[in-house]
């Protein structure tokens, strides 16, 4: 049994900041690859980034140079850093572990114009 718990979302400005954090707990069996998804209404999910168990990154090209994936192994927990929000990124942001795969519950972030 493993548990994501997702916090640190809310409503923010437009140019403004946020992070987001996850916590996963259980039986997780060593470090796996976490990421960070997106749902807006009316849309399908989407990946925002992905940090591999040896901290390599990947990005979505909408996000690149604005957030940041991070992670601390000891706690097994996995940030995001979101910088120069936009109402565009507006949507519920999604933790996932990987292989076999888990979800969080998801985490609203809203960005007003």
């Known amino acids: 049994q493993v548990q994501l718990v997702e916090s640190g979302g809310g409503l923010v400005q437009a140019g403004g900041s946020l992070r987001l954090s996850c916590a996963a707990s259980?039986?997780?069996?060593?470090?796996?690859?976490m990421g960070w998804y997106r749902q807006a209404p009316g849309k399908m999910r989407e990946m925002v980034a992905i940090?591999?168990?040896?901290?390599?990154?990947n990005y979505a090209d909408f996000v690149k140079g604005r957030f940041t994936i991070s992670r601390d192994n000891g706690k097994n927990t996995v940030f995001l850093q979101m910088n120069s929000l936009e109402p565009e990124d507006t949507a519920v942001y999604y933790c996932?572990?990987?292989?076999?795969?888990?979800w969080g519950q998801g985490t609203q972030v809203t960005v007003s114009s």
């Open positions: 996932k572990l990987f292989g076999p795969d888990y």
């Open positions: 259980g039986s997780i069996f060593g470090i796996r690859a």
């Open positions: 940090i591999t168990s040896g901290g390599i990154t």
